[in-house]
Protein backbone atom coordinates (compact mmCIF):
# COMPACT_ATOMS: atom_id res chain seq x y z
CA UNK A 1 0.00 0.00 0.00
CA UNK A 2 2.81 2.53 0.87
CA UNK A 3 5.54 2.85 -0.92
CA UNK A 4 9.53 2.62 1.02
CA UNK A 5 10.71 6.05 0.60
CA UNK A 6 13.99 6.22 -0.42
CA UNK A 7 16.24 9.50 0.28
CA UNK A 8 17.74 11.30 -2.52
CA UNK A 9 21.64 10.82 -2.42
CA UNK A 10 22.38 14.36 -2.67
CA UNK A 11 20.18 14.60 0.76
CA UNK A 12 22.09 11.51 2.63
CA UNK A 13 25.15 13.43 1.50
CA UNK A 14 24.50 16.32 2.95
CA UNK A 15 23.62 15.07 6.34
CA UNK A 16 27.08 12.85 6.39
CA UNK A 17 28.84 16.25 6.03
CA UNK A 18 27.09 17.96 8.37
CA UNK A 19 27.56 15.12 10.95
CA UNK A 20 31.74 14.69 10.01
CA UNK A 21 32.14 18.31 10.31
CA UNK A 22 31.29 17.73 14.14
CA UNK A 23 34.24 15.02 14.36
CA UNK A 24 37.36 17.34 14.79
CA UNK A 25 35.51 19.17 17.36
CA UNK A 26 35.19 16.31 19.67
CA UNK A 27 38.04 14.85 19.02
CA UNK A 28 39.96 18.51 20.25
CA UNK A 29 37.62 17.80 23.19
CA UNK A 30 38.47 14.15 23.74
CA UNK A 31 42.03 14.79 23.62
CA UNK A 32 42.69 17.12 26.76
CA UNK A 33 43.05 13.71 29.00
CA UNK A 34 42.44 10.49 26.13
CA UNK A 35 45.25 9.61 23.22
CA UNK A 36 44.38 10.04 20.07
CA UNK A 37 44.71 5.87 19.36
CA UNK A 38 42.15 5.25 21.90
CA UNK A 39 39.73 7.79 20.62
CA UNK A 40 39.81 6.11 17.36
CA UNK A 41 39.56 2.78 18.77
CA UNK A 42 36.57 3.90 21.11
CA UNK A 43 34.65 5.74 17.64
CA UNK A 44 34.38 2.77 16.17
CA UNK A 45 33.93 0.48 18.66
CA UNK A 46 30.68 2.39 19.41
CA UNK A 47 29.49 2.60 15.92
CA UNK A 48 30.35 -1.12 15.33
CA UNK A 49 28.50 -2.20 18.52
CA UNK A 50 25.04 0.13 17.61
CA UNK A 51 25.24 -1.47 14.13
CA UNK A 52 25.53 -5.48 15.86
CA UNK A 53 21.62 -5.87 15.93
CA UNK A 54 21.21 -4.94 12.31
CA UNK A 55 23.92 -7.60 10.90
CA UNK A 56 22.00 -9.62 13.02
CA UNK A 57 19.41 -9.73 11.14
CA UNK A 58 21.32 -10.32 7.94
CA UNK A 59 23.60 -12.57 9.51
CA UNK A 60 22.63 -15.54 6.95
CA UNK A 61 24.03 -13.14 3.97
CA UNK A 62 27.59 -13.02 5.26
CA UNK A 63 27.96 -16.86 4.70
CA UNK A 64 27.86 -16.82 1.13
CA UNK A 65 30.20 -14.89 0.89
CA UNK A 66 33.58 -15.67 -1.34
CA UNK A 67 37.41 -15.09 0.41
CA UNK A 68 38.43 -13.03 -2.32
CA UNK A 69 35.22 -10.65 -0.80
CA UNK A 70 36.68 -11.18 2.61
CA UNK A 71 39.80 -10.00 2.22
CA UNK A 72 38.41 -6.88 0.00
CA UNK A 73 36.19 -6.00 3.30
CA UNK A 74 39.45 -7.13 5.93
CA UNK A 75 41.37 -4.50 3.54
CA UNK A 76 38.75 -1.76 3.93
CA UNK A 77 38.68 -2.16 7.18
CA UNK A 78 42.51 -1.99 7.89
CA UNK A 79 42.70 1.38 5.66
CA UNK A 80 39.52 2.62 7.56
CA UNK A 81 41.74 2.14 11.12
CA UNK A 82 44.93 3.80 9.62
CA UNK A 83 42.78 6.80 8.31
CA UNK A 84 41.62 7.30 11.92
CA UNK A 85 44.39 6.48 13.78
CA UNK A 86 46.65 8.98 11.36
CA UNK A 87 44.23 12.14 11.22
CA UNK A 88 43.49 11.64 14.73
CA UNK A 89 46.77 12.16 16.04
CA UNK A 90 47.25 14.48 13.68
CA UNK A 91 44.68 16.90 15.18
CA UNK A 92 47.63 16.98 18.39
CA UNK A 93 50.11 18.72 16.24
CA UNK A 94 48.36 21.16 13.53
CA UNK A 95 45.19 23.16 12.99
CA UNK A 96 41.74 22.19 12.64
CA UNK A 97 41.49 23.73 9.28
CA UNK A 98 45.19 22.34 7.76
CA UNK A 99 44.17 18.79 9.11
CA UNK A 100 40.78 18.74 7.57
CA UNK A 101 41.45 20.77 4.43
CA UNK A 102 44.10 18.06 3.94
CA UNK A 103 42.40 14.90 4.93
CA UNK A 104 40.00 15.58 2.47
CA UNK A 105 42.17 15.42 -0.26
CA UNK A 106 40.51 12.34 -1.54
CA UNK A 107 39.68 13.31 -4.71
CA UNK A 108 43.60 14.21 -5.78
CA UNK A 109 44.62 10.82 -4.39
CA UNK A 110 41.44 9.06 -6.09
CA UNK A 111 42.77 10.61 -9.57
CA UNK A 112 46.33 9.72 -8.79
CA UNK A 113 45.76 6.29 -7.35
CA UNK A 114 43.97 5.83 -10.69
CA UNK A 115 46.40 6.96 -12.94
CA UNK A 116 49.55 5.10 -11.57
CA UNK A 117 47.58 2.00 -10.54
CA UNK A 118 44.60 1.69 -13.19
CA UNK A 119 46.43 3.31 -16.05
CA UNK A 120 43.97 6.09 -16.41
CA UNK A 121 45.32 9.13 -18.51
CA UNK A 122 45.68 12.89 -16.85
CA UNK A 123 43.53 14.99 -18.79
CA UNK A 124 45.11 18.79 -18.88
CA UNK A 125 42.22 19.85 -16.90
CA UNK A 126 43.12 17.43 -13.87
CA UNK A 127 46.80 18.38 -14.24
CA UNK A 128 45.40 21.47 -13.81
CA UNK A 129 43.09 21.06 -10.62
CA UNK A 130 46.59 18.60 -9.37
CA UNK A 131 48.94 21.84 -9.87
CA UNK A 132 46.75 24.30 -8.24
CA UNK A 133 45.94 22.10 -5.35
CA UNK A 134 49.67 21.36 -4.80
CA UNK A 135 50.42 24.44 -4.51
CA UNK A 136 47.62 25.33 -1.92
CA UNK A 137 49.51 22.47 0.02
CA UNK A 138 52.57 24.13 -0.16
CA UNK A 139 51.52 27.14 1.03
CA UNK A 140 49.53 25.47 4.13
CA UNK A 141 52.79 23.99 4.75
CA UNK A 142 55.05 27.45 4.81
CA UNK A 143 52.26 29.06 7.07
CA UNK A 144 51.83 26.19 9.68
CA UNK A 145 55.68 26.07 10.35
CA UNK A 146 55.97 29.19 12.12
CA UNK A 147 52.95 27.98 14.13
CA UNK A 148 52.79 26.17 17.73
CA UNK A 149 50.87 23.05 18.26
CA UNK A 150 47.42 23.54 19.42
CA UNK A 151 47.81 21.19 22.22
CA UNK A 152 50.70 21.17 24.57
CA UNK A 153 54.07 19.49 23.72
CA UNK A 154 56.75 18.87 21.65
CA UNK A 155 57.72 21.84 19.45
CA UNK A 156 59.56 19.54 16.86
CA UNK A 157 59.14 15.67 16.67
CA UNK A 158 62.13 13.73 14.55
CA UNK A 159 63.67 17.00 14.06
CA UNK A 160 60.64 18.45 12.08
CA UNK A 161 58.39 21.20 13.21
CA UNK A 162 55.33 19.57 15.21
CA UNK A 163 52.59 21.42 12.81
CA UNK A 164 54.40 19.85 9.67
CA UNK A 165 54.08 16.52 11.16
CA UNK A 166 50.25 17.17 12.09
CA UNK A 167 49.70 18.27 8.08
CA UNK A 168 51.81 14.81 6.84
CA UNK A 169 49.70 12.51 9.24
CA UNK A 170 46.80 14.72 7.73
CA UNK A 171 47.94 13.26 3.91
CA UNK A 172 48.27 9.80 5.38
CA UNK A 173 44.88 9.77 6.55
CA UNK A 174 43.81 10.96 3.44
CA UNK A 175 45.56 8.68 1.31
CA UNK A 176 43.82 6.08 3.31
CA UNK A 177 40.80 7.42 3.00
CA UNK A 178 41.02 6.77 -0.76
CA UNK A 179 42.13 3.81 -0.82
CA UNK A 180 38.90 3.16 1.37
CA UNK A 181 36.47 4.52 -0.81
CA UNK A 182 37.99 2.27 -3.74
CA UNK A 183 37.63 -0.40 -2.03
CA UNK A 184 34.35 0.29 -0.65
CA UNK A 185 33.03 1.12 -3.96
CA UNK A 186 33.91 -2.35 -5.01
CA UNK A 187 32.85 -3.62 -2.30
CA UNK A 188 28.98 -2.52 -1.99
CA UNK A 189 28.29 -4.28 -5.18
CA UNK A 190 28.61 -7.28 -3.76
CA UNK A 191 28.04 -7.18 0.05
CA UNK A 192 24.69 -6.03 1.67
CA UNK A 193 25.02 -2.49 3.67
CA UNK A 194 24.66 -3.43 7.06
CA UNK A 195 27.08 -6.79 6.84
CA UNK A 196 29.40 -4.19 4.89
CA UNK A 197 29.21 -1.68 7.75
CA UNK A 198 29.68 -4.16 10.48
CA UNK A 199 32.76 -5.70 8.91
CA UNK A 200 34.32 -2.91 8.01
CA UNK A 201 34.09 -0.62 11.14
CA UNK A 202 34.46 -3.98 13.26
CA UNK A 203 37.97 -4.75 11.62
CA UNK A 204 39.27 -1.12 11.94
CA UNK A 205 37.88 -1.38 15.76
CA UNK A 206 39.92 -4.07 16.06
CA UNK A 207 43.05 -3.19 14.77
CA UNK A 208 42.87 0.21 16.34
CA UNK A 209 42.33 -1.56 19.74
CA UNK A 210 45.60 -4.09 19.01
CA UNK A 211 47.31 -0.52 18.22
CA UNK A 212 46.38 0.94 21.49
CA UNK A 213 47.46 -2.30 23.47
CA UNK A 214 50.81 -2.83 21.63
CA UNK A 215 51.66 0.68 22.47
CA UNK A 216 50.21 0.13 26.14
CA UNK A 217 48.35 3.30 25.68
CA UNK A 218 45.83 4.40 28.18
CA UNK A 219 42.36 3.84 27.74
CA UNK A 220 40.15 3.94 30.65
CA UNK A 221 39.78 6.26 33.85
CA UNK A 222 38.76 8.87 31.89
CA UNK A 223 36.22 11.63 33.18
CA UNK A 224 32.62 11.73 32.56
CA UNK A 225 33.27 14.56 29.69
CA UNK A 226 35.67 12.92 28.11
CA UNK A 227 33.29 9.92 27.69
CA UNK A 228 30.37 12.26 26.54
CA UNK A 229 32.59 13.25 23.47
CA UNK A 230 33.81 9.70 23.01
CA UNK A 231 30.16 8.51 22.55
CA UNK A 232 29.07 11.57 20.41
CA UNK A 233 32.36 10.83 18.30
CA UNK A 234 30.49 7.55 17.78
CA UNK A 235 27.27 8.27 17.35
CA UNK A 236 27.14 11.76 15.04
CA UNK A 237 30.68 11.85 12.52
CA UNK A 238 30.90 8.46 12.52
CA UNK A 239 27.31 6.26 12.57
CA UNK A 240 25.89 8.87 11.13
CA UNK A 241 28.53 10.66 8.84
CA UNK A 242 30.40 7.93 7.51
CA UNK A 243 27.21 5.44 7.12
CA UNK A 244 25.63 7.61 4.83
CA UNK A 245 28.43 8.25 2.72
CA UNK A 246 28.92 4.26 2.61
CA UNK A 247 25.33 4.25 1.82
CA UNK A 248 25.81 6.59 -1.00
CA UNK A 249 28.56 4.97 -2.59
CA UNK A 250 26.18 2.32 -3.82
CA UNK A 251 24.46 5.02 -5.80
CA UNK A 252 27.18 7.16 -6.80
CA UNK A 253 30.50 7.37 -7.78
CA UNK A 254 33.17 7.08 -5.91
CA UNK A 255 34.27 10.64 -6.82
CA UNK A 256 31.21 12.02 -6.48
CA UNK A 257 31.04 11.01 -2.26
CA UNK A 258 34.75 12.09 -1.87
CA UNK A 259 33.70 15.60 -3.69
CA UNK A 260 30.56 16.23 -1.24
CA UNK A 261 33.33 15.54 1.74
CA UNK A 262 34.59 19.34 0.48
CA UNK A 263 32.17 20.87 2.48
CA UNK A 264 33.89 19.33 6.19
CA UNK A 265 36.73 21.56 6.19
CA UNK A 266 34.78 24.37 6.22
CA UNK A 267 32.38 22.91 8.52
CA UNK A 268 34.69 22.12 10.78
CA UNK A 269 36.85 25.06 10.27
CA UNK A 270 33.88 27.58 11.22
CA UNK A 271 33.20 25.61 14.61
CA UNK A 272 37.09 25.51 15.87
CA UNK A 273 37.05 29.28 15.57
CA UNK A 274 33.63 29.49 17.46
CA UNK A 275 34.40 26.85 20.07
CA UNK A 276 37.71 26.81 20.27
CA UNK A 277 38.97 30.29 19.21
CA UNK A 278 41.06 28.80 16.78
CA UNK A 279 42.21 31.04 13.80
CA UNK A 280 44.87 29.17 11.47
CA UNK A 281 47.67 32.03 9.64
CA UNK A 282 46.54 33.76 7.45
CA UNK A 283 48.94 32.02 4.22
CA UNK A 284 47.30 28.56 5.74
CA UNK A 285 44.02 29.80 4.72
CA UNK A 286 45.23 30.81 1.63
CA UNK A 287 46.28 27.55 1.12
CA UNK A 288 43.12 25.88 2.39
CA UNK A 289 41.38 28.08 -0.69
CA UNK A 290 43.45 26.82 -3.48
CA UNK A 291 43.52 23.37 -1.68
CA UNK A 292 39.71 23.29 -2.32
CA UNK A 293 39.60 25.17 -5.79
CA UNK A 294 41.62 22.97 -7.10
CA UNK A 295 39.54 19.84 -5.79
CA UNK A 296 36.52 20.87 -6.93
CA UNK A 297 38.05 21.19 -10.44
CA UNK A 298 39.53 17.95 -9.85
CA UNK A 299 35.93 16.53 -9.15
CA UNK A 300 33.94 18.45 -11.49
CA UNK A 301 36.54 16.67 -14.34
CA UNK A 302 36.28 13.33 -12.79
CA UNK A 303 32.62 13.43 -12.67
CA UNK A 304 32.62 13.55 -16.40
CA UNK A 305 34.71 10.54 -17.02
Known amino acids: MFRRWTPPPWIVLIVGVLAVSTASLFIRYAQQEAPSPSIAAYRLTLATMILAPWFWKHRADWRAFSRNTWSWALLSGA ?5 FLSWITSLEFTTVAS ?4 VTTTPLWVALFSFFLLGERLSRPLLLGLTVAFAGGVLMALGDMGSPPPLAGPTHILGLPAVLVGDLLALVGAWAAAGYLMVGRHLRKRMPFPVYLFVVYGTAAVLSWTFVGLRDLPWKGFSPSTYLWLVLLGLVPQLIGHSSF ?3 LRHLPTTAVA ?7 VGSTLLALVFLGEKPPALSLTGAVLVLIGLVRIAQHLETE
Open 246 to 248: NWA
Open 79 to 83: LLALH
Open 259 to 265: AHLLGEP
Open 99 to 102: SVVL
